[in-house]
């Protein structure tokens, strides 16, 4: 592999909403201190990536940037600080940004800015461009070593394949920070969707019985049926949401005792009673890591009565992407289909990848640009 850079590469820009991305030329960034310079492999693609950059979600973030979220790719150039890195190695780039003066001021680069005038700061000044790209900078702390010959060789996951790691590790962060336990019963709610199917799929390879709460039946057998073929011995119960709080309490507390909630609820479900529904389940001092973005979520007076810690919880934090690698390189996961069922787009297909990542999520699907 050539370690030279070019003076220019391709990459997808977003210089006003009304314009949308457009395919343009610009200059190939630069090693400096404190960053690499990764020639980008596979780039993830969000679910709800069209509705980030044609406004409808009103996120905040400095324009002109190129697009992204977070992507795999080899190091081609370092800073002359980087220790263990190397040139050629393949490495996760992860897209969530932290101060190095503050690491609690945190954005997620390309995405959002973060909510104080540090974080928008360091986005509109230095960590603003994905990676809708031929090549991207990327902060030495955020490139996660992947071990190819582990991975790649042994297991026999092709480095797209590999890109649904950045699905994994949103409920893993969440997961972890709950402390889930092998063994451990915890209700996924609603797992239908990208980050709740995979996060069912994260709960089963830590060794945990899921309970996995949807609406919808189709998509909850479909569920079942592709953790059970990767899994055979994993522990999955479903249950179908009715919208009646007290009739889907029941139908949780058929399994017996509950120990943990892992909740991904979107905005626009906020008034759905299964959160609810499933915190009155919960055991005396149950945890919940809330993931979703619900407005006002309600809990039953059980909370109190029963000692329940809710959690919230972005992301994940770097030590999580580095014991998620650990698992997965030490064959916890499926491989093959069972593990992800990719689609892949060039990244003139940006449009269509969009349409298609809207289409193509839940459990075992993710669609990616190929730069
Ligand atoms: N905390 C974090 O770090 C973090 C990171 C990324 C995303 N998120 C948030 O996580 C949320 C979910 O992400 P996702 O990828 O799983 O979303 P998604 O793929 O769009 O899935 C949405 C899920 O919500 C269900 N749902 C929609 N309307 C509902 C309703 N009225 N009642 C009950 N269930 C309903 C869907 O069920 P059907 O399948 O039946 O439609 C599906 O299971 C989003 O709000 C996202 O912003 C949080």
Not at 57 to 64: A, K
Request: charged share 20%; aromatic share 8%.
């Amino acid at each position: 592999m050539a370690f030279t850079l070019p003076l220019q590469h391709r990459a997808l820009v977003l210089k006003t909403i009304e314009e949308g991305l457009h395919l343009k030329h610009l200059q190939t960034p630069q090693p400096e201190p404190g960053n690499a310079i990764v020639r980008i492999e596979v780039a993830s693609v969000l679910s709800y990536h069209r509705e980030v950059y044609d406004g409808t979600r009103q996120y905040s973030f400095p324009m002109p940037l190129v697009g992204g979220v977070s992507a795999i790719g080899r190091i081609v150039a370092l800073g002359p600080d980087a220790t263990i890195l190397q040139k050629g190695q393949l490495v996760f780039c992860d897209c969530v940004i932290h101060a190095r003066d503050d690491p609690d001021t945190t954005f997620l680069s390309a995405i959002h800015d973060g909510s104080s005038e540090g974080s928008k700061k360091l986005m509109r000044t230095v960590w603003r461009d994905g990676t809708f790209a031929e090549y991207a900078k990327v902060p030495l702390e955020n490139c996660i070593p992947l071990n190819e010959a582990k991975l790649c060789d042994s297991l026999g996951y092709s480095i797209s394949d590999l890109m649904y790691i950045a699905n994994l590790l949103v409920p893993y962060g969440g997961l972890r920070d709950i402390h889930l336990e092998p063994g451990e019963t915890i209700v996924v709610s609603p797992a239908t969707g990208g980050y709740g199917g995979a996060g069912v799929q994260v709960a089963v390879a830590m060794g945990a019985r899921v309970i996995a709460m949807g609406r919808n039946e189709q998509k909850l057998a479909r569920l079942k049926e592709h953790v059970l073929s990767g899994t055979p011995s994993a522990c999955i119960e479903i249950v179908k949401m009715s919208g009646n709080e007290a009739a889907d309490m029941a139908a949780l507390q058929v399994f017996g005792t509950i120990d943990a909630i892992l909740d991904f609820t979107p905005p626009h479900a906020s008034n759905s009673t299964h959160l609810k529904s499933a915190v009155s389940a919960l055991r005396r001092n149950g945890r919940v890591s809330m993931m979703g973005f619900v407005d006002r979520p309600m809990v039953p007076w059980t909370f109190v009565g029963n000692n329940i810690s809710m959690k919230g919880k972005l992301m994940y934090e770097r030590d999580d992407i580095v014991q998620f690698v650990k698992m997965l390189e030490r064959g916890l996961f499926p491989r093959g289909e069972e593990f992800v069922d990719t689609q892949s787009f060039a990244l003139e297909g940006w449009k269509v990848a969009f349409e298609a990542a809207a289409e193509h999520a839940g459990i075992g699907k993710q669609v990616v640009l190929i730069p």
